[in-house]
């Protein structure tokens, strides 16, 4: 799960977060899994982002369903991100 500064949280419902996380055309997991390869990208410094404010301001939707998404659906994760 990420760690998202208070400015950039957001309140989605389950409902929202699965539209958010499954409007690039691939599966949910899929996407999931792509953001948190930007996101090891940016921790690496391999992309444009200053700080992890910037990350999280362009990023924001994304990761907030990305939380939403893993806390209902960790059990069924056998390896914890």
């Given at each position: 799960m990420?760690?998202?500064?208070?400015?950039y949280k957001i309140n989605?419902?389950?409902?929202?977060?699965?539209h958010v996380m499954s409007r690039y055309g691939e599966t949910i997991i899929d996407n999931m899994h792509d953001l948190l390869s930007?996101?090891?990208?940016?921790?690496?410094?391999?992309?444009?982002?200053a700080d992890d404010e910037e990350f999280f301001e362009y990023?924001?939707?994304e990761a907030n369903a990305f939380n939403v998404l893993y806390s209902e659906m960790k059990h069924l994760f056998r390896y914890g991100v």
């Open positions: 990420f760690n998202i500064p208070d400015m989605l419902s389950f409902t929202d977060a699965e930007e996101w090891h990208q940016h921790c690496d410094g391999a992309d444009f982002f990023f924001k939707y």
